[in-house]
């Protein structure tokens, strides 16, 4: 018998005795076996339960400002890709940039065209230690998530898995478009884009790293970036 | 008494004792309380919420063995390699051996309970393999050659001092007592050793059986890069961390980030579906994802139980115990401390071993008003004492409960052992505390009130007479 098959057959014998239903032990009948109801009871969708979201992108848009100063996150609407460039020339002469981690994409062609500084590109893989020495990395991403002031970034949209967490900055070109309102919904559009072909790696970023593990005082970039800025263009 | 029960009780009594540790973690847990309740206000309903999360779970649990294939089935679709480990030695020796084939030199690890669980650091110690906890709490105990203080706070019980101390005599940094320096010195540790690893081990808080993913949470961005730069990636799973659907994620991570850590969301919530996929710039090349029992199943077999599989491991029940802020996190022995570990480490590491850590409450029922998935957790603390008692029953205790059922039905008997009673006070206060005091366990903690000179019986006949 392989390890699967003994694991397996575990639990299917420890599951031929049924567990009461929650929605059973809160009619204080803790008792009442599980029929065909529980079975096929499908849970509701989670939107009605978790914090509000407007139903416009003006509203959405509001709500993630809202989410991402909370967060501590450089957020900013930008009227064109110009004013974009502007606000991360700024970024660079400010941080002192000498070299920046990005991918290939619309965006960040637009923007790293103008900046005119040292590259990494990811795309066709890259030395680590090339990466780790950037001041900063330049990325696109999957979507931005009002509820809860998220970035969703993937291994095709952010160049990979280290770009959006090894430099000290990580600057994030979205548009507006690419605004949904909850996680559901951006679960939803990984779902629908990828099908069965999944990337390996997609995550939700809310804000720069932090930990609260040295008496529970918030200090932000622990591991990973200490400045989150997030552009949104048109 | 067992060792394990000795051990609990004497740390018990010292940590109690200790009103600084007291106080420390009174003051840690207040910020929690004030932003828990505030993100939990933003619900639309918490309660709502709350049900939902605990059908979904019950759900997943009790269909378990389709679950966990849908999820095994398209993990390795993707060309993961998923070893199925039926014990904790299973577990150990697969890792070890993947550390071994691939020649590995240095390990980083993000936190990891299941890992703790397994003692897997000390099985790759032993066979040669250095292992760096990256999570800055989990480097800290590490360092301090301890286990973790709480399952997701693992460093609460220290002060910036005593972290600055630690880092001064191992790492050689300057002393400071600035959380953010002390921050930035594991930071650059950290990163020379995320650079050289050539392994990355890490946990799971879910894993989707709809997609076949592992969804890591976490706020540093330490989990991040120790499963984005070595070339293998190896994550430790419980079988209970199944979800049935990738859409439960929009419940269960702001629901684990609001009462894990009173956050609206933590700052990484990632997932990983397989090593690298042709076309991706970085990743491991190998990603194996290794599925434990250890005794999970023998949980699963008790229906009185299983809710306790539906745990989601966001410490709330810990937080919110009146006993745990007061033994401490580390007179448990238990990998899983508070509430939920008094329930489960008996079924993990066998009752009778463990069922004193059952008896260690005050029935309060505040870890199961807290706890996000429902889980009804000091009932189960009841079922098992009754369980321990079912199967060694204490018969001395029997006897006494007997003798005094038989005292309480027949008046004559009850007159006469309160008369008894008033004698033999007087002559107790004269021993009171010294070890001829029969009830010296009662009143070393407790007055006992003196017996009142003439019973109800009595006063009430005096008064009829008169």
């Known amino acids: 018998m392989t390890n699967r098959e003994i694991i397996l057959g575990r639990i299917r014998e420890a599951l031929k005795v049924p567990a009461p239903h929650p929605a059973f032990q809160e009619l204080g009948r803790a008792d009442l076996p599980v029929g065909p109801d529980a079975r096929q009871r499908v849970p509701t969708a989670p939107q009605k339960w978790l914090p509000p979201v407007g139903k416009t992108l003006e509203d959405q848009i509001e709500l993630f400002r809202q989410n991402t100063e909370a967060l501590k996150v450089d957020f900013h609407v930008c009227a064109n890709v110009s004013e974009a460039i502007q606000h991360v020339k700024k970024l660079a002469a400010e941080g002192g940039w000498k070299k920046v981690g990005r991918h290939r994409g619309e965006l960040t062609d637009a923007v790293a065209r103008e900046l005119s500084l040292a590259e990494v590109q990811t795309d066709r893989g890259y030395a680590v230690t090339d990466l780790e020495s950037c001041d900063a990395g330049l990325t696109e991403c999957e979507a931005l998530v009002a509820q809860t002031g998220s970035v969703m970034v993937s291994a095709p949209s952010a160049g990979g898995r280290a770009l959006s967490v090894l430099p000290p900055h990580h600057v994030v070109l979205a548009r507006r478009s690419q605004m949904v309102p909850d996680l559901t919904a951006a679960l939803q559009h990984v779902q629908e884009k990828f099908k069965d072909k999944f990337p390996s790696f997609i995550s939700f970023i809310s804000g720069p790293s932090r930990t609260g593990d040295i008496e529970r005082i918030l200090v932000l970039g622990a591991h990973g970036p200490k400045k989150l800025t997030i552009l949104l263009l048109p | ?466």
Not at chain 2, 47 to 75: C, M, Q
Not at chain 2, 185 to 197: I, L, P, T
Not at chain 2, 378 to 386: D, F, P, S, V
């Open chain 2, 1 to 466: 008494m067992n060792v394990h029960a000795k051990e609990f009780n004497e740390s018990a009594r010292r940590y109690t004792a200790d009103l600084h540790h007291r106080g420390w973690i009174q003051k840690a847990l207040d910020g929690y309380y004030a932003k828990r309740d505030e993100f939990k206000s933003r619900f639309q309903s918490w309660p709502g919420a709350r049900n939902l999360a605990a059908e979904t779970k019950w759900e997943a649990i009790n269909h378990l063995d389709r679950y966990l294939d849908e999820f095994v089935s398209r993990l390795e679709a993707r060309g993961t390699k998923v070893f199925w480990a039926p014990g904790a030695q299973e577990a150990r020796d697969y890792i070890v051996g993947v550390a071994r084939q691939h020649q590995v030199r240095s390990i980083i690890k993000s936190k990891s309970m299941t890992a703790e669980e397994i003692h897997l650091n000390d099985a790759l110690g032993k066979e040669g393999f250095e292992v760096v906890e990256s999570d800055l709490g989990e480097y800290i105990v590490q360092l301090r050659d301890e286990p973790p203080y709480h399952l997701v706070f693992p460093a609460m019980h220290l002060t910036r001092q005593q972290i600055s101390d630690l880092f001064h005599d191992k790492l050689g940094s300057e002393p400071t007592n600035n959380p953010e320096d002390l921050t930035m010195v594991a930071r650059r540790v950290m990163r020379r050793k995320y650079c050289a690893a050539d392994m990355g081990i890490s946990g799971a808080n879910f894993a989707i059986a709809e997609t076949g993913m592992i969804s890591i949470t976490e706020n540093e961005g330490n989990a991040r890069l120790t499963t984005s730069l070595p070339r293998i990636h190896v994550a430790l799973v419980g079988i209970e961390k199944v979800l049935p659907r990738l859409s439960d994620l929009a419940l269960f991570l702001p629901m684990l980030a609001t009462t894990g850590a009173g956050q609206s969301i933590t700052c990484y919530n990632t997932l990983y579906g397989g090593p690298r996929q042709p076309g991706e710039p970085d990743g491991p090349e190998e990603f194996h994802v290794v599925l434990l029992d250890n005794r999970r199943t023998g949980l699963l077999a008790d229906a009185e139980q299983r809710d306790a599989l539906h745990c989601i491991r966001c410490g709330a029940c810990l937080n919110v115990c009146p006993i745990f802020k007061n033994v401490g996190g580390h007179s448990y022995g238990t990998v899983y401390q508070g509430p939920i570990g008094s329930v489960i480490t008996p079924h993990l590491r066998g009752l009778q071993d463990w069922k004193h850590l059952s008896q260690a409450s005050s029935l309060c029922g505040a870890c199961s008003e807290t706890c996000p998935v429902e889980i009804n957790l000091h009932h189960h603390l009841l079922h098992n004492r009754r369980n321990a008692v079912r199967a060694h029953p204490a018969l001395l205790e029997k006897l006494i409960q007997a003798g005094f059922v038989l005292m309480m039905c027949r008046p004559a008997l009850y007159q006469f052992a309160a008369s008894v009673g008033r004698i033999a006070q007087p002559l107790q206060r004269l021993v009171g505390g010294t070890i001829l005091d029969p009830l010296r366990a009662w009143t070393k903690t407790r007055s006992f009130p003196p017996l009142a000179k003439k019973s109800f019986r009595e006063l009430w006949r005096e008064r009829q007479t008169t």
